[in-house]
């Protein structure tokens, strides 16, 4: 029993020197973007908090941008967003930005479509 509490201990320690990027908080710039024909969408997304937000009757085109701040998942950061065609027509392409550079991208034509990007991206850990 010592002998699992020592090792519990040490593991601790260790970890709290050497750091870690899901402990220490490390920042990424995400950038989400909706394009297309299609007039307006139905979105869903992970916000800066990796939490779910969702959007309703939003204009296209649209972005937003984001910090996420230390929300991962292990070493990675899932970012996600989903687009659905609000209209009869139309297209949509939904894109993932990790510090600028597209990560995923996703389109979809037609009624009540919708696109879907998502990307579990490594972050230093």
């Known amino acids: ?5 020592f090792t519990l201990c040490l593991i601790l320690l260790c970890l709290s020197v050497m750091g870690c990027g899901w402990l220490d908080g490390e920042d990424i710039k995400i950038k ?4 297309g024909t299609a007039s307006s969408v139905y979105i869903t997304m992970h916000n800066a908090n990796g939490s779910i937000e969702e ?16 929300v991962f998942d ?4 899932p970012s996600y967003i989903s687009a659905q065609n609000n209209g009869s027509s139309g297209s949509i392409t939904v894109k993932i930005y990790k510090d600028g550079k597209e990560i995923q991208t996703a389109t979809s034509i037609g009624a009540y479509v919708t696109a879907t990007a998502s990307k579990e991206t490594r972050v230093s850990c």
């Open 55 to 70: 959007l309703s009757d939003v204009s296209v085109p649209w972005s937003k941008e984001l910090i996420a701040e230390g």
């Open 74 to 77: 292990g070493c990675f950061y």
């Open 32 to 35: 989400y973007e909706v394009t």
């Open 1 to 5: 029993m010592k002998n699992y509490f």
